[in-house]
């Protein structure tokens, strides 16, 4: 709620000034391209996304996962800098109570669903989601996480309210879907609150499970602890069980302007997918990734088949497990 009020103030802020500068130069007390450039500051996210994708270039020189040509990356800053201005603009500031947790009449013997979004953020992200789950009758719970630049442990607690919720209103162990920062929420609520039999599975999208290159220039702690090789990751990692990857299903994607090298978004013996062409936010609009939640869905509550991977002791990028499926 914080952060809604917070972009909502952003927002005004930024249309006030460009009507005020409209207003203005349209009665003849501003001249030149004053309303031109106040337009181009509230875009700023255009250039400095084209940065990011060229650092996550350099950065994965030398990752496992496959290079992406240099047209999927110009796509992916094209469809994720337009797809900022609804997010950041619109859903998480104005929409983010559109849809509320559905816990249906019909809850009881189905399978829940827990929606846990990533770093600055709101549970609006999963606002395209929304119509075909509730479509499906599928019982949902989406997190806010606060406070939204504290540690992430912090956010272990919430994402227990909402599984135990969740448990009570269907009786069987809910998927757990975490966006960025968000898989790191739901590992760190696995280990603080003993999760794992309580949890059908995980699927994490665009999630730093070693951590981001990019992480090094945030302040907060939570971006502290998702720096490449941080304390907390390598704590977090040591403390879980070698078979408890096989449980989770990492998407990833080689135009992550967000989380690289891309292959830090794997687990070693996880269900590694990658998705091309999609940058951080956009890998949720990616077909795949909601078909597959779906699928999970109608699985049965038997465990997950075992795979032949690495041990997880280790928190540097995982050299990729098997052979990742690949989505165009």
Do not use: K
Not at 2 to 13: K, V
Not at 164 to 172: E, K, L, S
Not at 218 to 232: C, D, I, K, V
Not at 292 to 312: W, Y
Request: aromatic residues 8%.
């Amino acid at each position: 709620m914080r952060l809604a009020r917070l972009l909502q103030a952003l927002t005004l802020l930024g249309l006030a000034a460009l009507l005020g500068l409209l207003l203005l130069w349209w009665r003849g007390q501003l001249s030149g391209g004053w309303p031109l450039l106040m337009l181009l500051a509230l875009l700023l996210h255009v250039p400095a996304m084209a940065l990011e994708f060229v650092l996550q270039r350099l950065v994965n020189r030398g990752d496992p996962a496959p290079p992406a040509p240099v047209g999927d990356l110009l796509r992916a800053w094209r469809a994720e800098a337009l797809g900022a201005l609804n997010i950041f603009g619109w859903q998480l500031p104005w929409r983010w109570r559109r849809f509320a947790d559905h816990l249906p009449a019909d809850a009881p013997g189905r399978r829940g669903l827990v929606l846990v979004h990533g770093f600055v953020c709101n549970r609006g992200l999963w606002n395209a989601w929304w119509p075909t789950l509730r479509a499906r009758g599928v019982p949902c719970i989406a997190l806010n996480l606060e406070p939204v630049f504290g540690s992430i442990d912090r956010y272990a607690p919430r994402v227990e309210a909402a599984v135990q919720r969740m448990t009570q209103a269907t009786g069987r162990p809910p998927l757990l879907v975490g966006h960025s920062m968000g898989g790191l929420a739901l590992r760190a609520w696995m280990r603080s609150f003993d999760g794992e039999p309580r949890a059908h599975g995980v699927v994490t999208v665009g999630t730093p499970h070693h951590g981001t290159w990019l992480a090094r220039f945030g302040l907060s702690p939570n971006t502290h602890e998702m720096r490449l090789g941080s304390a907390w990751l390598a704590a977090l990692a040591a403390q879980e069980p070698a078979a408890r990857y096989r449980r989770f299903t990492c998407f990833y994607g080689h135009c992550d302007n967000i989380v690289f090298p891309t292959s830090s978004a794997t687990l070693p013996g996880a269900d590694n997918r990658h998705l091309a062409g999609h940058a951080h936010i956009h890998l949720l609009r990616h077909p795949e990734v909601l078909r597959t939640v779906l699928q999970r869905l109608d699985e049965d509550d038997a465990p997950q088949p075992a795979a032949n991977c690495r041990s997880p002791g280790s928190t540097a990028p995982a050299s990729i497990c098997g052979s990742p499926r690949t989505s165009a």
